[in-house]
């Protein structure tokens, strides 16, 4: 598909999203960010900057980079802005999307039904599993799940992920070590301070790679697998609209396929 042909395509469901609701007041569609983004030829994208391969910051340059990044970027081309990055961190994902702080949050966000009472998810762009990750010299010590949901075990999580859900929920007997953001529960079991946390496979992939020390284990026994997405504010439908109709489009084209590859992270879709 030619890139003439894909602009065209995104205008046409620009105009189809802003009638799609319709009655709808002028006033009300203004309020929409599609419009607002468009206005000010600024995408504002949230991301928190910790999660390798989706969203970090280069130290060599001081830049986010990572598949979300990339995204984003491709996202703000389309729609014919600048993207302006707004860090933040994961426990703070719903109410900085609620209060404004960005139009749309690409960081890797794992959808649950915890956060969808309070914020919209785009349609899924890949799918991702959970799974535990520990010191590679302490890996023959856990043989399933139930051997890590124990009150001898303690287990670290950042707040606000969908990893503290998890724990809470399939873990309950495990102690638990709560980080906060910017620190990095992976940090935790790297300094001995916890027995392991749950990793998703995307996550666990580079970070085995960049510590050769840690191991994800049980990787016949995935857990959680569930859709990943973007978030946006639940009351903006047409923004929701056009955001699904754009990944719509991007997978249709092999752009996600392209992507997921390009960051390791292929076969997730």
Request: proline fraction near 4%.
């Amino acid at each position: 598909m030619t890139k003439r042909l894909l602009s065209t395509l995104l205008a046409v469901f620009t105009a189809a999203t802003l009638m799609s609701s319709f009655p709808v007041s002028a006033q009300t569609a203004a309020k929409s960010k599609l419009l607002r983004v468009q206005e000010s030829n600024v995408l504002r994208v949230g991301t928190t900057g910790d999660f390798v391969p989706m969203s970090f910051k280069d130290p060599a340059s001081n830049e986010y980079k990572g598949h979300q990044i990339d995204a984003a970027n491709e996202l703000a081309k389309d729609l014919g802005v600048k993207v302006e990055f707004v860090v933040t961190d994961w426990k703070s994902l719903v109410t900085a999307t609620q209060s404004d702080k960005f139009d749309i949050i690409m960081t890797g966000t794992s959808m649950s039904v915890a956060r969808a009472k309070a914020i919209a998810f785009s349609d899924p762009w890949g799918r991702n599993a959970f799974f535990p990750l520990v010191l590679k010299k302490n890996a023959a010590k856990y043989k399933d799940w139930e051997s890590l949901n124990n009150s001898k075990v303690t287990v670290g999580f950042n707040l606000g992920t969908t990893f503290e859900q998890f724990v809470q929920n399939s873990l309950p007997k495990a102690k638990v070590k709560r980080v906060e953001s910017p620190a990095r529960d992976f940090q935790e079991l790297l300094a001995g301070k916890v027995d392991f946390t749950v990793t998703s496979l995307i996550e666990g992939a580079a970070l085995t790679k960049q510590y050769p020390e840690l191991q994800m284990i049980l990787l016949d026994k995935p857990r959680n697998s569930i859709p990943m997405a973007f978030i946006v504010a639940i009351d903006d439908q047409q923004w929701l609209n056009f955001i699904n109709n754009w990944i719509t489009i991007k997978r249709q084209t092999g752009y996600f396929a392209e992507l997921n590859k390009q960051w390791g992270v292929a076969g997730q879709e």
